[in-house]
């Protein structure tokens, strides 16, 4: 299996030339953008918490614990004294990072249900969720936000199928198969316990059409592939001038991209 910084430095390269990708078709604002891009940072080292007293394990359910030991404060602090708001925010923390913890790796193996896509998946529900009720994010960003971890998920089981394989050695090593599967079939209750939470999330999620109606857009996509190479010069002092002209599009005939903050195009009527 690869380990944890090739995990961190090629999550954060996946995550960046999608984020690259998003910026450049202008359907998100900056402030999402950093946000669905950590999603994606997140991903990519997730299916670790089930490896017992592993660096993304316990960083993991220190960050769960401080996000819901906050969430819970935030929610209930008009209602309780100082006193009561400390211990409640003190238990939660301790609960989720330490209770939470030896009672998940007491009931997981590692490259288990947690390498799966089903548990790519219902994580990215997951996502979806937080960004759209917790963080009270646009559909569409709460949609990219799952998307994006997802493909960091992907990415991370893919990077442990290509370190089982031995190129110099000329083998494969015995781990080869157990990281990128659909479901963990030496578990099948996990399985479908994992399948079931991913229906149940679902379920619960946003509407998808903002993000579906963006990312099938042609204008949108014609725009990116305008934009794939430089029309005149490379960082404007490389390169012959291109004979190529761009005509940028009318005002007001653009299609809106509600996915972020950006505001909508709107027409001025004539003066008098």
């Known amino acids: 299996m690869a380990n944890f910084p090739t995990h961190i430095v090629v ?19 900056p402030e999402n953008l950093v946000a669905v891009t950590m999603a994606g940072s997140l991903g990519s080292v997730l299916p ?16 769960l614990a401080v996000f819901f030991s906050f ?38 193996s590692h490259r288990g249900v947690w390498h799966t896509w089903i548990a790519g998946i219902a994580c990215a529900f997951a996502s979806v969720i937080i960004f759209y009720y917790v963080f009270d994010r646009p559909d569409g960003v709460a949609w990219l936000a799952g998307g994006f971890l997802l493909i960091g998920f992907l990415t991370h089981l ?5 370190y089982s394989v031995d190129v110099l050695g000329n083998h494969i090593k015995r781990s080869f198969g157990t990281a990128f599967k659909p479901i963990d079939l030496r578990n099948p209750w996990g399985s479908a316990l994992m399948g079931a939470a991913a229906v149940a999330l679902l379920f619960m999620t946003p509407s998808i059409s903002t993000f579906y109606d963006g990312l099938t857009s042609r204008p949108m996509w014609s725009a990116l592939n305008q934009r794939l190479l ?43």
């Open 71 to 108: 969430a819970l404060l935030f929610h209930f602090a008009p209602k309780l004294s100082i006193a009561e708001m400390w211990i409640m925010w003190l238990a939660t923390l301790l609960f989720v990072r330490y209770g939470l913890h030896t009672a998940f790796h007491k009931t997981t």
């Open 230 to 272: 430089p029309q005149e010069k490379w960082f404007g002092v490389i390169g012959p001038r291109s004979q190529v002209a761009v005509t940028p599009a009318p005002v007001g005939q653009a299609i809106p991209q509600t996915t972020g903050s950006i505001p909508e195009t709107t027409t001025q009527p004539a003066q008098p």
């Open 48 to 63: 670790d918490i089930d490896l017992k007293d592993s660096r993304p394990s316990r960083a993991l359910f220190a960050g």
């Open 11 to 29: 999550g954060t390269v996946v995550a960046g030339s999608l984020a690259t990708l998003t910026l450049a078709a202008d359907v998100i604002a």
């Open 158 to 162: 893919i990077l442990d199928e290509m």
